[in-house]
Structure formats: C-alpha cells, structure tokens
C-alpha cells in the first residue's frame, strides 16, 4: 500500500508544479482535496495494516498454543497405546495362567472324586460283606450300616456283656470272632471301639463309678479281645468310651435305654492318598 501511495503523491507534485504558473482556485482546491482524500487512505491503510499484524501475532500465538496441545495430545495418546498394548499383554498372560490353574483345579477333584467313589465302593463291600459274615447275629442285636462313608457294625450291650459286667460273654467272642475274620483280609481299614450307656447311674459296680468309666472299660475289652485272642493289629484299633452322651434314642424306657447300651466297632478307610492331595 505504501508503494502505491509514493508514486501517486509525486504525481500530485508534479502536477502541482506543473500548474503553479497558471492555476485556479478551483482547480488547486480540487488538488487539496485530493490530498486530504489520499493521506486519509494512507492513514486507513496504516491502521488496516497494524489490525493485520496484531491478527497474525494472534493468530501465531493461538497456532503455537494449538501445536502445544497436539503434541501433548499425541502424546497421551501414545501413553495409552502402550498402556493398552501393556495391558492387553498382561491380561492375556493372566488369562493363561488361570487357564492353566483352572484344569489343575479339574484335574485334582477328578482325582479326589475318583478317590472318593473308590472309598465308597469299598465300604459297601465291606457292608456287604460284614452283613453276611455276621447275619446269624443279627437277631441277637447285632446291625450293620453306613453312615458318613464309615461302616458302623453295632453290638447291644445284652450280645456282648452281662448286666453291669465288662467281661465278654461266649456269644459275644463268637460274634467278634467272625468280624476279626472280615478285618484282618481288610488291612487299609482303620478301626474304632466305642462304648455307649444308658443315662441310668451305675451303682454298686465296685471300682466303675459312672457310665463314663463302664463305656471305656467295655470298649478296651473288645479292643483287647480282638488284638490279643484274634491277632488284630494294635496300630489300626483305638478304644474310647462316649458315656451317655451319645444315645440313639432320647428316652427312658427299657426297650429305649437298651437300644442306647452298645458298642460300636467304626470301620474307616485309611485316607492317606486323598489327604496327600487335597494338602
């Protein structure tokens, strides 16, 4: 704009000089006013050009801030590109790896099962075969079940004992006789005596002073029994006594309390191989 305006005012010049001999006043006030008119577009133009270098300073101070954040954008966003391809790692890693404890899981309760089933056809064998070896007494108070994966043979006191006594009768060392020929063709079988009483006190039984000491002593009999006269071992027999305390039947009639008078022999599987597992 500038470079248009020099030429333009030394034209006006020349023409003035030109002009100065023979001018009128109309004409030289023409000239002024063309004058006037270019230095006020000079003036416009001098503005206009300061608005436009202010615009291009703002404009390449908002491009700079613009450039900032794009490249700081570029730059989170890369961050979660490799947290994302970090991630999607780690996940498939974890992935594999419950995968992979996953079928051990499988792979251990399809032993534990298989153990299990083992066990149990096992002790119905053994029910079945306890059932037969002493069917001739079971008439006389003798049963046999299965009860928590346990076989549970039950002699009434009245097969085993007289009245008050801890001293195995014959019936009773005949019906023993037959379970010992069972146990000892089963040696993986753990064995447990209990001795169970009424909730009748005991009187005049000398030195047996309650029905803790008459189910310990009656248990420890056929313990001795079946190790010392039928050659058990004595690592596989343990004897306790359960008193009272663990009745059938709550009541006190006779036929009640002499259901409750018994010993129970508790035949268990040994377990070493399924508690190895499950460790």
């Keep these: 704009m500038r470079k248009l305006f020099i030429p333009a005012l030394a034209l006006f010049l020349v023409s003035l000089l030109a002009s100065c ?13 063309q004058k006037d008119s270019l230095s006020l577009g000079w003036e416009a133009s001098k503005n206009k050009v300061s608005t436009l270098e202010g615009e291009i300073v703002s404009l390449r101070s908002d ?8 490249s700081d954008l570029e730059s989170k966003l890369k961050g979660l590109d490799d947290s994302y391809t970090s991630l999607r790692s780690n996940t498939s890693s974890e992935i594999r790896k419950l995968a992979d404890d996953l079928k051990k899981r499988e792979a251990r309760l399809k ?4 153990i299990l089933r083992k066990r ?5 064998a053994l029910k079945n075969k306890l059932q037969k070896a002493l069917l001739g007494f079971q008439q006389s108070g003798l049963s046999v079940d299965i009860r928590n994966g346990k076989v549970y043979v039950s002699l009434t006191d009245k097969l085993l004992f007289s009245s008050g006594s801890i001293i195995i009768d014959d019936k009773g060392k005949l019906a023993l006789q037959e379970l010992a020929k069972v146990l000892k063709t089963q040696p993986e079988i753990n064995i447990s005596v209990e001795g169970h009483t ?12 309650d029905n803790w000491d008459l189910s310990v002593l009656r248990a420890t009999s056929v313990v001795r029994f079946l190790t010392e006269t039928e050659k058990i071992e004595h690592n596989r027999i343990t004897a306790t006594g359960k008193g009272e305390y663990q009745p059938i039947e709550e009541g006190t009639s006779a036929d009640i309390r002499s259901r409750n008078r018994r010993i129970e022999i508790v035949l268990s599987p040994k377990l070493d191989e399924l508690y190895n597992l499950i460790k």
């Excluded at 149990?120 to 119905?124: I, K, L, R, V, Y």
């Design 63 to 70: 491009s700079a801030i613009l450039n900032a954040r794009i």
């Design 120 to 124: 149990d056809e096992a002790t119905n």
């Design 21 to 33: 001999v023979v001018m009128s006043p109309k004409k030289l006030n023409t000239l002024l006013a």
């Design 111 to 114: 032993e534990v099962e298989d």
């Design 198 to 209: 009424d909730n009748q006190r005991v009187v005049n039984l000398g030195q047996i002073k």
